[in-house]
């Protein structure tokens, strides 16, 4: 589809039908607006930043922005006011579309101090019911021309929205990738991920938030260092229901054999009032993987059994024994995408298989 010179496109009522999703739960609401982005020029907008800022605040009805080929520098916000956005690359492939910046938490800011790990993110999203599909979210921050920078945290994605979703995205970084928080620590928020990429080395999936990584791909990279590094590290609060969710995943690496942590309990602050929580299931573990302990401490906190804990997965990396917990049939039955996710509202992500 063309896009509409200038204002005219913003408001226009899309004339196809979106297509029926994936799993028979009908077709995705249709967008009353379409904006679209394109590097040359050619679009109503050439930065994501740009065409948020287009998009209306307060929409009940989505708005899709659409993304042409290219590389987006620069950081992105996406406010509290800009609800049911959907960003998605035009080729359908993730590669063809990146935003990305490349500082970190110790970067200085202009005027004094630093960004810290919130302010090194390359995209953040505070509006709910965001969705973004086949896009690449980047930051390229590079360690090792940086050896010296105090903070090394350089977030690809931060969310802190509820009702978030990405489908056939990539996640790109080193320590600290993919940060899915909530507005506040006794506030929830659901965020859903399928048919993804997400790599990095340290806590590089972390944060508050209840979320479901579904068929996807976690890479761990190789890092000079003793561990490794370590894939999650979630900060649920206690009175949350749910932590994260992993399931139908593969856990790949470059890493050498047994360098790997699965995850470690991350308590902001040092709050006692934290109660981290991660499931893996019906996944593929690589031998990256610690053999006999896989969870272990963050800051003097230890990780606790109920808490984490693994079922039927499988893989050179899948081992059971006292330091890998794993879920009954029984206990099972309470982890699952729909437990997590449909809350008081019913929330079924329409791209969920």
Not at 184 to 193: E, H, I, K, L
Request: glycine share 12%; hydrophobic share 35%.
């Amino acid at each position: 589809m063309l896009a509409l010179p200038g204002a005219l496109a913003l408001g226009a009522v899309l004339a196809s039908a979106t297509p029926a999703s994936a799993g028979g739960r009908g077709p995705r609401p249709a967008a009353a607006t379409r904006i679209v982005v394109a590097a040359d020029g050619t679009g109503d907008a050439t930065t994501l930043q740009q065409a948020v800022d287009l998009a209306p605040a307060g929409s009940a009805e989505r708005v899709e922005i659409l993304v042409r080929p290219g590389r987006y520098h620069g950081r992105v916000d996406v406010g509290s006011d800009k609800v049911n956005l959907t960003v998605v690359g035009s080729t359908g492939d993730p590669e063809d579309v990146v935003f990305t910046d490349d500082r970190a938490a110790g970067t200085p800011k202009p005027g004094g101090g630093t960004w810290g790990t919130t302010g090194s993110a390359s995209v953040t999203v505070s509006g709910a019911g965001f969705e973004a599909r086949h896009v690449t979210f980047e930051n390229a921050f590079d360690e090792a021309a940086h050896p010296d920078l105090p903070g090394h945290q350089a977030v690809a994605v931060k969310t802190r929205a509820d009702r978030v979703a990405f489908d056939h995205c990539r996640f790109l970084g080193n320590q600290d990738t993919l940060y899915l928080d909530t507005p506040s620590a006794d506030v929830p928020a659901r965020v859903y991920v399928t048919n993804s990429w997400i790599e990095g080395d340290v806590d590089f999936v972390f944060g508050r938030a209840t979320a479901v990584i579904e068929d996807s791909t976690i890479k761990a990279l190789r890092r000079d260092s003793t561990p490794s590094g370590y894939v999650f590290a979630p900060s649920t609060s206690s009175g949350f229901a749910h932590g994260f969710l992993v399931t139908g995943t593969r856990f790949l690496t470059n890493a050498g054999t047994g360098t790997y942590y699965l995850g470690r309990p991350w308590h902001p602050s040092s709050n006692p009032d934290t109660d981290p929580r991660v499931v893996v299931r019906d996944s593929w573990l690589g031998v990256h993987l610690r053999r006999d302990d896989v969870w272990t401490t963050m800051s003097g906190f230890d990780w606790v059994p109920g808490s984490n804990a693994e079922h039927a997965n499988t893989g050179p990396g899948a081992l059971t024994g006292p330091g890998r917990p794993q879920l009954t049939a029984a206990q099972a039955a309470a982890h699952t995408r729909e437990t997590y996710l449909s809350g008081d509202d019913g929330w079924s992500p329409c791209h969920a298989r």
